[in-house]
């Protein structure tokens, strides 16, 4: 059974950084561009950043370009986000999400699997 769990996240002040982590299972992980993206209370999921499945190519919302960087590693089926920087605006819960090796997609429903989430808090 193909699992994704999600880890790191926490309470922090502004400008503080935080480093998620996303272990998967049951599928081949090198097969699969990884995406990481994001919900706050009564908002729709967003995107935030997807590698690609060799790590070789990265794509960023522009609300956390130069701030937070995405991470692979194959050997251990993680995918990382390095969150520096932080603001309020970025509270909300963060999930990593598997999608079929092909161009990279910034749409959540083109995603086949999802991790449970993990709370970020930001306080000012």
Known sequence: QVQLVESGGG???AGDSLRLSCAASGLTFSNY?????????????AFV????????????ADSVKGRFTISRDNAKNA?????NSLKPEDTAVYYCAADRNGV?????????YWGQGTQV????
């Open 11 to 13: 309470l922090v002040q």
């Open 33 to 45: 561009n990884m995406g990481w993206f994001r919900q706050g209370p009564g908002k729709e999921r």
């Open 79 to 83: 995918v990382y986000l390095q969150m």
């Open 121 to 124: 808090t930001v306080s000012s």
């Open 104 to 112: 990279l997609v910034r749409t959540p429903r083109r995603y086949d």
């Open 49 to 60: 950043a997807v590698i690609s499945w060799s790590g070789g190519m990265t794509y960023y």
